[in-house]
């Protein structure tokens, strides 16, 4: 069973910075990324880092985010840098997507719990 473990999340003011971490088992890393869902809303594609397609952003975040990997592939990182209100969401890590736009939540076949991000103004 795979399993997928996220932790870094917190509150913060405007324009500070938080770092996620997600566990990712090796039978998954090779497309992997990032999701947040805030309450009322769907799930946003945040980030997401694919062994054939490189790395893709959403455009709320470009330049403000980077996700990476630990060289052994087993941990994805999310560097979240000058946060906005708007930021605050759930913030869950995915991997095992199928074919098709990396944006797309079902196409991810596993998920972590979330971690929760809050920023204020």
């Known amino acids: 069973q795979v399993q997928l473990e996220e932790s870094g999340g917190g509150s913060v003011q405007a324009g500070g910075s938080l770092r996620l971490s997600c566990q990712v088992d090796?039978?998954?890393?090779?497309?992997a990324g990032w999701f947040r869902r805030a309450p009322g809303k769907e799930y946003e594609g945040v980030a997401a880092v694919d062994l054939n397609e490189g790395k893709s952003y959403g455009d709320s975040v470009k330049g403000r985010f980077t996700i990476s990997r630990s060289n052994d592939k087993n941990t994805l990182y999310l560097q979240m840098n000058r946060l906005k209100p708007e930021d605050t969401a759930m913030y869950y890590c995915a991997a095992g997507r199928r074919a098709g736009r990396w944006s797309d939540a079902e196409l991810y076949a596993y998920w972590g719990q979330g971690t929760q991000v809050t920023v204020s103004s």
């Open positions: 090796r039978k998954v890393y090779s497309s």
